[in-house]
């Protein structure tokens, strides 16, 4: 029987679609409503509803969750069960310096080394994000977010960073999602990012790194209010 406070599996997307072993395609899934907050902070989780919603055993959802605890996205307490992690500001405090860091020295080098196609993916992402927040398209608008960022990692030609980017700002990301809908950020994150692709677009280097800092330096003190208007969401640890 599932309790109120149990993730609500059938959230969880097919995973047909998925790429890799059946174990990566659940782990996939999960971690996506994890970030989307689709299964919240605190929320049990069960492995026989995840079986039966994605039609699989437990052996592929045992080494998913696994995979989820390493990320820092569960809680796997023996004698007392599974849960999604709660926010921690520590983690999330963390995260934001690491990920500056990494952005700052990317933008660097991809405004001296950007070429013309690279220039008209980023431009045709600007695009995307614009009519995105025309339409009102907050999820929409926050994947055309993260693949601006994903497109200047690319381009610096260094194949693991943006591995390495998501995975130290795991926790960043899912705060940044319930930040998105706040009124105004949109629009906002909009501003940023066009501020930053015109740096970058006349080859400024510092100023693709002064605008990207502006960037990154909004994340904290909005996570910080976050905290104190919802503390429940958070460890005190």
């Excluded at 999330?92 to 080394?113: H, M, N, P, Y």
């Excluded at 260094?158 to 995975?167: G, K």
């Excluded at 501003?191 to 790194?209: M, V």
Aim: glycine share 4%; with cysteine; net charge negative.
């Amino acid at each position: 029987m599932e309790h109120s406070n149990d993730i609500d599996a059938t959230r969880l997307a097919e995973i047909s679609s998925l790429d890799g072993s059946l174990a990566q395609r659940v782990y996939q899934a999960m971690k996506k409503a994890i970030l989307a907050l689709d299964f919240p902070p605190g929320a049990n989780v069960r492995k026989a509803p995840i079986c039966e919603r994605l039609g699989v055993s437990r052996a592929p959802v045992t080494e998913a969750i696994a995979r989820l605890a390493a990320d820092g996205l569960v809680d796997v307490i023996p004698q007392s069960g599974t849960h999604v992690s709660y926010f921690s500001m520590a983690e999330i405090q963390e995260g934001v310096f690491l990920r500056e860091a990494l952005e700052l020295a990317t933008v660097a080098k991809v405004s001296r080394d950007i070429s013309d196609d690279q220039l008209k993916k980023l431009s045709r992402n600007m695009r995307l994000q614009e009519l995105l927040l025309q339409d009102g398209d907050t999820d929409g608008f926050y994947e055309a977010d993260e693949e601006f960022h994903h497109l200047l990692m690319e381009f610096t030609g260094f194949t693991r960073l943006p591995h390495v980017a998501q995975t130290v700002s795991l926790q960043v990301s899912r705060a940044r999602l319930l930040l998105l809908p706040a009124p105004g950020r949109v629009t906002e994150t909009l501003e940023e990012h066009r501020a930053i692709f015109h740096a970058i677009r006349n080859r400024d280097e510092r100023s693709a790194q002064q605008e990207m800092r502006r960037h990154i330096g909004q994340l904290l003190p909005r996570i910080e209010a976050l905290h104190a208007a919802k503390p429940a969401l958070f460890n005190e640890t």
